[in-house]
Nanobody
Framework: QVHLVESGGGLVQPGGSLTLSCAGSGSIFSINPMGWFRQAPGKQREWVAGITSGGRTNYADSVKGRFTISRDNAKNTLYLQMNSLKAEDTAVYYC??????????????WGQGTQVTVSS
């Protein structure tokens, strides 16, 4: 059974930083590439960053150089370190496993997400 819980969001000023966490079951983390997604008001959910089970990462152009994805397989936890935040990063952030070598979500299930608001 899929179970994902995101946390760490909040209100931050432009230029600030936040670290998001995603806790999941071992059956999800042990073998799957994982990713972060976000959905801004009035927009479709979009892929933000991905990481393979071996630690190889890739990023959407909009966050490259500012965000860092990482994972702790022993703790079944995924992280997203976000620096130099911009107003356009405001969104609800979600995690999910990734489908194969794509940036598409593997599971139809989504957790509750965590709200990130960048505003002065």
């Amino acid at each position: 059974q899929v179970h994902l819980v995101e946390s760490g969001g909040g209100l931050v000023q432009p230029g600030g930083s936040l670290t998001l966490s995603c806790a999941g079951s071992g059956s999800i983390f042990s073998i799957n590439p994982m990713g972060w997604f976000r959905q801004a008001p009035g927009k479709q959910r979009e892929w933000v960053a991905g990481i393979t089970s071996g630690g190889r990462t890739n990023y959407a152009d909009s966050v490259k150089g500012r965000f860092t994805i990482s994972r702790d397989n022993a703790k079944n936890t995924l992280y997203l370190q976000m620096n130099s935040l911009k107003a356009e990063d405001t969104a609800v952030y979600y995690c999910n496993a990734l489908r194969g070598s794509t940036n598409w979500p593997k599971y139809d299930y989504w957790g509750q997400g965590t709200q990130v608001t960048v505003s002065s």
